[in-house]
């Protein structure tokens, strides 16, 4: 199964194509979207659009896992983040790729075998689980591989939207 994981933003959106076949994982590809800020909205969010697009139809995934959002203090924040889920899951939806969607919670637990872990835990655990030298630069990058990780164990559970 390939997995698009995604960690969604509107200046930074983090992917990750895994790979996952007889409980072994492979990463293929990662990055990150990101946008300008002196840009308008809509341009940032067709941006996004845009970039996932051609992204599926290079690795051509077989789902897409996309973290749920997590509502802090910033209500604006909050709003815009939201927009670029839902261009997220506009591109599963016109692509004709399952999408799931998964709770930071559930992120954690499926990576680190507890749904509290801190980042430093699960960076450790990607790394791990991956078997890469190294993560990205980005957080945003590493969520995304976490959100693909956790897709890759709860696939049989899972609800497709």
């Not at 802090?72 to 889920?85: E, G, P």
């Not at 430093?120 to 630069?137: D, F, G, H, T, Y």
């Amino acid at each position: 199964m390939r997995i698009l994981g995604i960690d969604p933003g509107y200046a930074i959106t983090g992917y990750s194509i895994i790979d996952y076949q007889g409980n072994k994982f492979k990463l293929i590809g990662s990055g990150a979207v990101t946008t300008n800020a002196g840009v308008s909205f809509p341009i940032r969010l067709t941006k996004i659009y845009d970039d996932l697009t051609e992204l599926i139809n290079v690795y051509k995934p077989d789902a897409i896992s996309v973290e749920e959002l997590f509502f802090n203090n910033n209500a604006k924040t909050a709003i815009n983040v939201a927009q670029a889920r839902g261009v997220v899951l506009i591109v599963g939806c016109k692509n004709n790729i399952p999408t799931y969607e998964y709770t930071p919670l559930q992120i954690k637990q499926a990576v680190t075998g507890y749904g509290r872990a801190d980042k430093i835990q699960v960076q450790k655990m990607v790394k791990s689980i991956l078997n890469v030298e190294k993560l990205p630069k980005l957080d945003d990058t590493t969520d995304s591989m976490a959100a693909a990780i956790c897709h890759a164990h709860s696939s049989k559970f899972s609800q497709k939207l």
